[in-house]
């Protein structure tokens, strides 16, 4: 998935472009560590009240953490 598709998905599972933003910088390489990524992601998280946002929420989760678990994998 390119970083575009990546966008899109996430916009296209509810989540606000200022949200889109933010965990794209959480993963960028300013962002240096994966903890410093879950404490983003865990703010964004809870300010989720909608179930079916929260669903997309999820699922880019697992999208993401698969892909850093395969580029991992490949360092």
């Keep these: ?3 575009e598709q990546a966008i899109h998905s996430l916009i296209a599972h509810g989540f606000k472009v200022e949200q889109v933003g933010e965990i794209i ?4 390489p300013q962002e240096p560590t994966i903890k410093a ?3 983003e992601l865990r703010k964004a998280r809870k ?4 179930e079916k946002v929260l669903i997309g929420y ?3 989760v697992a999208i993401c953490n698969k ?3 395969e580029s ?3 360092e």
Excluded: Q
């Design 67 to 69: 892909y850093l678990g």
């Design 58 to 60: 999820n699922m880019a």
């Design 72 to 74: 991992e994998v490949e």
């Design 47 to 50: 300010g989720i009240a909608d």
């Design 37 to 39: 990524l879950g404490k």
């Design 1 to 3: 998935m390119t970083r």
């Design 25 to 28: 910088k959480a993963v960028t």
